[in-house]
């Protein structure tokens, strides 16, 4: 196992990506994990364009690391970190290489979300992960009108379970909240693009326990 660690206050966490494709390609590991700020979101995008360019027989896997706290702006309140031996950063991730010649790694993917609801159109970015209106309304404002809570002290571990529900390339993608702003819009977990159509969805929890056995 290869660990690499990349902070972003110290260096572009994009090209940090592509530095990670090309020493997977030299070194053909088996597979590849990572963990990520919740601040290093807002570069998601280009972090995993360049991502997709790891070889294909190269699988990919990880997750964030998150506080689960109520969050205004960006989780600026309340930062998580990432850290190894090498350092520890608010903005950055690592990267795990796994080799070995008998080490076979498969991975497998399923959803558990179920849609609710019509399409709305998603009319106004302020950024990547943050969508400040759908349909013309403020997505803080869709939300309260959908699940009946408005911006406060408990707004965000409320509308966590709900999130917004798009479809590319065939498959359901599930955007999950993870911050709010005080002009209205909703932050999540990775890209949402203007004219999108999306559903909000919530999580069953028998049917992600099913499709959890069926991964295995």
Known sequence: VELCFYDG?????????????????ADEPAAVGMIITMKSLNDAADIFRN???????????????????DKIDNVKTTPTHVFTDRGCTDCGFFVLLFYGKDLHI??????????????????????DISVLKVNDITVADFYKKYIGVAPGPNFFTSIMPFPLMLNRGGHDIARIPIGYGESGSVLFTSSIREGESVRLAYGDPMEILN?????Q
């Open 9 to 25: 206050h110290k260096e572009d966490l994009a090209m940090a990506a592509s530095a990670v494709v090309e020493r997977a390609k």
């Open 51 to 69: 991502l997709r360019h790891l070889p294909p027989d190269v699988p990919m896997f990880g997750g964030a690391a998150d506080s689960y706290a």
């Open 106 to 127: 498969h991975i497998d993917s399923y959803l558990g979300w179920r849609s609710l609801g019509n399409e709305v159109t998603v009319t106004e970015l302020e950024s």
């Open 211 to 215: 499709q959890s056995h069926q991964a």
